[in-house]
């Protein structure tokens, strides 16, 4: 040992003999150690983030590791702070700057990782009063939250079940929802109260109070009263959450010092995040209308940007995010002008929001750094408490791809899943609301459901406000006359764990009226009772049931997405104000040589789809690629077409993740690894991915397949296409047509 040791220390000093050989020009220069002054500013360590406030406006900053290298650079912006993101977790990083021309350092921190709990007195050193709080998460970061009371009670009446309702959209605001709604039904001119929460987080600042429930609205870091930066669901924005469970749980006024977690939209796949984290003390979450994938789910269904609804969502974030009061939620610049030192000083570092829509405009690939953690369904496999999943199958907004996350819950005993035909709000249908109560009263309040009169009464207002149609009563619990929790709730665990509302507005109530006309239930999804059958592509049109025989042939079409309108949502002068339920129909059908259709004979007997589907085919085109969209519809006896459901996929992204994919699930990797484009001059085999979806064609109907460029199937989805009306795209029917 000592003789190596030695030889390794006399190489060492060779090498330094070489370089004292070298030319005075050609040395190194001396350095003499910079001296910090303690800084006038301040750093802040964050999950795999650093923010730095207090700078001169343009004073320029380094992010130091502990080895006294730069780590990054950055500007101060004109409030005199900056942000560092996806920094590396560790302990001994400073920030330095040249303020006043001295330079100046922080004291050491430490960026957080996900691993690193609080100190437990972070939650248990907080308490709350009703109304307007800000509760302060691991990093010193505040964010606002109101405590909403059910009506007439005061905390002192406590403990109470209580849940969580946490989002980016105005959820905090200090005001009573159910009064604004109330004075503008009795008085149509009066003015909307901008300090109400808006009507999107109704679940928990209106119906779970009349349920007997506390609701504390938890404003997202980075958007209206609460401190940070707006950084889409990234790991400082989940573990707030955590943070919030943990603090919520520990207040006195809480039954059993446990709490729920309810919302629908926003505030309902942020629930799969945060419950992916296991907080302790969460008793179960009740998502509404979500994703599961903010890529290949909503941002770039089929690996094309959806410029419609998910880059508009986005954009309308971003402006959420601007610091008070000069931008943001107005509710937040009403607060910070009335002088609320909290608000304001919690607007320091909204200028430092990752700009979302810049980096989705400049991604065509899934980009795994940045959808690592911003995946809901990755969070959602690791949820190990009661879950109560409901969602569309033919969502306006976010579709139905959020089934596609069942297959990794498939062990998770705790789970109900409602699946509807409908829109984005329908989720909170009558006929899905009282299994919502029932869930939460039995998983959070540990009671017998009940559905009480003050929500019944208002029920039906709601409904119009959410969705803008009639709807069916809301009935009581079934299990509303158990003589115990425990028979309730052994009761609500023999319901199927699958249940499907179908042909909703198709009842006497009228189109689009919040009434399904059948349900189906299944006890697992993929259905066990579905067997998977294949259609082939005929000859004039036709879809097969079986192969046909003979020599097989070829369709082709001119890919022109301008020959539909780019959305089915009727646009013209004379349309009324959109509305995804009664507005007329602009769903056009293909234009002559643009597009190909392929139609079944009429059904002998009903056939039901329920899950995803692939449209496969050998595809070649004029171009090295293109963009697909295949959409199934029922063709009704009287000619009438229904519109079903539609499957998106950009040619060079066809490499399919092989332990993922299934004969009727195909799932592109979407990666800029797995990009190949289409050979010239022979057909390459093409899988087209159709969203899930539930649905039964009647007997005398017939299933239509159509392909065609990308485009007019979706009321307010539009996409960035490659496609120009210059590409023609050959289908080759032939079967086992060679690559």
Same mark, same amino acid.
């Given at each position: 040992? %000592? !003789? *190596?040791? &030695? @030889? +390794?220390? $006399?190489?060492?000093?060779?090498? =330094?003999?070489?370089?004292?050989?070298?030319?005075?020009?050609?040395?190194?220069?001396?350095?003499?150690?910079?001296?910090?002054?303690?800084?006038?500013?301040?750093?802040?360590?964050?999950?795999?983030?650093?923010?730095?406030?207090?700078?001169?406006?343009?004073?320029?900053?380094?992010?130091?590791?502990?080895? %006294? !290298? *730069?780590? &990054? @650079? +950055?500007? $101060?912006?004109?409030?005199?702070? =900056?942000?560092?993101?996806?920094?590396?977790?560790?302990?001994?990083?400073?920030?330095?700057?040249?303020?006043?021309?001295?330079?100046?350092?922080?004291?050491?921190?430490?960026?957080?990782?996900?691993?690193?709990?609080?100190?437990?007195?972070?939650?248990?050193?907080?308490?709350?009063?009703?109304?307007?709080?800000?509760?302060?998460? &691991?990093?010193?970061?505040?964010?606002?939250?109101?405590?909403?009371?059910?009506?007439?009670?005061?905390?002192?009446?406590?403990?109470?079940?209580?849940?969580?309702?946490?989002?980016?959209?105005?959820?905090?605001?200090?005001?009573?929802?159910?009064?604004?709604?109330?004075?503008?039904?009795?008085?149509?001119?009066?003015?909307?109260?901008?300090?109400?929460?808006?009507?999107?987080?109704?679940?928990?600042?209106?119906?779970?109070?009349?349920?007997?429930?506390?609701?504390?609205?938890?404003?997202?870091?980075?958007?209206?009263?609460?401190?940070?930066?707006?950084?889409?669901?990234?790991?400082?924005?989940?573990?707030?959450?955590?943070?919030?469970?943990?603090?919520?749980?520990?207040?006195?006024?809480?039954?059993?010092?446990?709490?729920?977690?309810?919302?629908?939209?926003?505030?309902?796949?942020?629930?799969?995040?945060?419950?992916?984290?296991?907080?302790?003390?969460?008793?179960?979450?009740?998502?509404?209308?979500?994703?599961?994938?903010?890529?290949?789910?909503?941002?770039?269904?089929?690996?094309?940007?959806?410029?419609?609804?998910?880059?508009?969502?986005?954009?309308?974030?971003?402006?959420?995010?601007?610091?008070?009061?000069?931008?943001?939620?107005?509710?937040?610049?009403?607060?910070?002008?009335?002088?609320?030192?909290?608000?304001?000083?919690?607007?320091?570092?909204?200028?430092?929001?990752?700009?979302?829509?810049?980096?989705?405009?400049?991604?065509?690939?899934?980009?795994?750094?940045?959808?690592?953690?911003?995946?809901?369904?990755?969070?959602?496999?690791?949820?190990?408490?009661?879950?109560?999943?409901?969602?569309?199958?033919?969502?306006?907004?976010?579709?139905?791809?959020?089934?596609?996350?069942?297959?990794?819950?498939?062990?998770?005993?705790?789970?109900?899943?409602?699946?509807?035909?409908?829109?984005?709000?329908?989720?909170?249908?009558?006929?899905?609301?009282?299994?919502?109560?029932?869930?939460?009263?039995?998983?959070?309040?540990?009671?017998?459901?009940?559905?009480?009169?003050?929500?019944?009464?208002?029920?039906?207002?709601?409904?119009?406000?959410?969705?803008?149609?009639?709807?069916?009563?809301?009935?009581?619990?079934?299990?509303?006359?158990?003589?115990?929790?425990?028979?309730?709730?052994?009761?609500?665990?023999?319901?199927?764990?699958?249940?499907?509302?179908?042909?909703?507005?198709?009842?006497?109530?009228?189109?689009?009226?919040?009434?399904?006309?059948?349900?189906?239930?299944?006890?697992?999804?993929?259905?066990?009772?579905?067997?998977?059958?294949?259609?082939?592509?005929?000859?004039?049109?036709?879809?097969?049931?079986?192969?046909?025989?003979?020599?097989?042939?070829?369709?082709?079409?001119?890919?022109?997405?301008?020959?539909?309108?780019?959305?089915?949502?009727?646009?013209?002068?004379?349309?009324?104000?959109?509305?995804?339920?009664?507005?007329?129909?602009?769903?056009?059908?293909?234009?002559?040589?643009?597009?190909?259709?392929?139609?079944?004979?009429?059904?002998?007997?009903?056939?039901?789809?329920?899950?995803?589907?692939?449209?496969?085919?050998?595809?070649?085109?004029?171009?090295?690629?293109?963009?697909?969209?295949?959409?199934?519809?029922?063709?009704?006896?009287?000619?009438?077409?229904?519109?079903?459901?539609?499957?998106?996929?950009?040619?060079?992204?066809?490499?399919?993740?092989?332990?993922?994919?299934?004969?009727?699930?195909?799932?592109?990797?979407?990666?800029?690894?797995?990009?190949?484009?289409?050979?010239?001059?022979?057909?390459?085999?093409?899988?087209?991915?159709?969203?899930?979806?539930?649905?039964?064609?009647?007997?005398?109907?017939?299933?239509?397949?159509?392909?065609?460029?990308?485009?007019?199937?979706?009321?307010?989805?539009?996409?960035?296409?490659?496609?120009?009306?210059?590409?023609?795209?050959?289908?080759?029917?032939?079967?086992?047509?060679?690559?």
């Amino acid at each position: 040992m %000592g !003789r *190596t040791l &030695r @030889r +390794s220390v $006399a190489m060492v000093m060779a090498v =330094a003999l070489v370089c004292a050989g070298c030319t005075k020009d050609d040395a190194a220069p001396s350095m003499t150690p910079v001296k910090f002054d303690s800084a006038s500013f301040r750093a802040i360590g964050s999950v795999g983030q650093a923010s730095v406030v207090g700078l001169p406006p343009k004073a320029a900053v380094q992010l130091v590791d502990r080895a %006294g !290298r *730069t780590v &990054r @650079r +950055s500007t $101060a912006d004109g409030r005199g702070t =900056a942000m560092f993101f996806d920094v590396a977790p560790g302990a001994g990083y400073t920030i330095r700057g040249d303020v006043k021309q001295r330079h100046e350092a922080t004291a050491p921190f430490r960026v957080l990782s996900r691993a690193d709990p609080p100190d437990p007195k972070l939650y248990t050193g907080q308490s709350f009063v009703a109304g307007l709080n800000y509760i302060r998460v &691991r990093d010193g970061v505040e964010l606002a939250m109101t405590v909403r009371l059910p009506p007439g009670k005061t905390l002192a009446d406590g403990p109470f079940p209580t849940v969580i309702e946490y989002s980016g959209y105005e959820v905090a605001p200090p005001h009573d929802l159910l009064g604004a709604i109330s004075k503008q039904l009795t008085d149509p001119t009066a003015s909307p109260d901008p300090l109400a929460p808006s009507s999107s987080t109704a679940v928990g600042s209106l119906i779970a109070p009349l349920l007997g429930f506390v609701t504390v609205s938890v404003q997202i870091r980075g958007s209206g009263c609460s401190g940070g930066a707006f950084d889409l669901f990234g790991l400082p924005t989940i573990y707030d959450g955590y943070d919030a469970v943990e603090t919520v749980a520990a207040q006195p006024w809480v039954h059993a010092h446990k709490v729920g977690m309810v919302g629908i939209s926003y505030s309902g796949f942020s629930q799969l995040f945060v419950g992916g984290t296991r907080p302790p003390h969460l008793a179960a979450v009740a998502p509404m209308s979500g994703t599961d994938d903010l890529y290949a789910g909503i941002g770039f269904p089929g690996g094309i940007q959806n410029t419609g609804f998910a880059t508009g969502w986005i954009t309308e974030r971003q402006h959420d995010a601007q610091p008070a009061p000069d931008g943001g939620q107005k509710w937040a610049r009403i607060l910070v002008e009335q002088g609320d030192t909290h608000c304001a000083e919690n607007q320091l570092l909204h200028g430092q929001a990752q700009d979302g829509v810049k980096l989705i405009n400049g991604i065509n690939f899934r980009d795994p750094k940045l959808f690592k953690d911003r995946t809901p369904a990755t969070w959602a496999a690791k949820i190990d408490v009661p879950m109560f999943l409901v969602g569309g199958l033919q969502d306006e907004q976010l579709d139905s791809h959020w089934i596609e996350m069942l297959d990794a819950m498939a062990d998770h005993k705790d789970l109900w899943v409602t699946m509807y035909n409908g829109n984005h709000n329908d989720a909170l249908a009558p006929q899905i609301l009282t299994r919502w109560v029932e869930f939460l009263d039995l998983f959070v309040a540990d009671r017998v459901p009940d559905v009480p009169a003050s929500l019944v009464g208002i029920a039906g207002v709601l409904f119009k406000q959410s969705s803008g149609v009639d709807a069916e009563p809301l009935q009581q619990s079934r299990l509303a006359g158990s003589t115990s929790v425990d028979e309730a709730l052994a009761a609500f665990r023999r319901d199927p764990r699958v249940r499907v509302l179908l042909d909703v507005g198709a009842g006497s109530l009228g189109a689009g009226a919040l009434q399904p006309t059948y349900e189906q239930t299944f006890d697992s999804w993929p259905p066990k009772a579905v067997t998977p059958k294949t259609w082939y592509l005929g000859d004039r049109g036709a879809l097969a049931a079986t192969d046909p025989e003979g020599p097989g042939g070829s369709d082709s079409y001119v890919a022109d997405p301008a020959a539909r309108p780019a959305t089915s949502q009727d646009s013209s002068p004379d349309a009324p104000a959109p509305h995804f339920h009664d507005e007329p129909n602009n769903w056009l059908p293909l234009a002559a040589g643009k597009g190909l259709g392929y139609t079944s004979p009429p059904l002998t007997a009903d056939v039901m789809i329920a899950g995803a589907s692939s449209f496969d085919a050998y595809v070649e085109a004029s171009a090295t690629d293109t963009d697909l969209q295949v959409t199934l519809s029922e063709v009704r006896p009287d000619g009438n077409e229904m519109y079903v459901q539609t499957g998106w996929l950009r040619a060079t992204h066809r490499k399919l993740d092989g332990k993922t994919s299934t004969a009727t699930d195909p799932r592109p990797t979407h990666l800029a690894a797995d990009a190949s484009p289409l050979p010239r001059g022979k057909p390459a085999l093409v899988r087209v991915p159709i969203f899930p979806v539930v649905h039964t064609f009647r007997a005398g109907s017939r299933i239509r397949v159509s392909v065609s460029a990308v485009g007019g199937d979706r009321p307010i989805w539009t996409f960035r296409t490659i496609d120009t009306g210059a590409t023609t795209v050959t289908i080759d029917r032939r079967t086992g047509a060679q690559s």
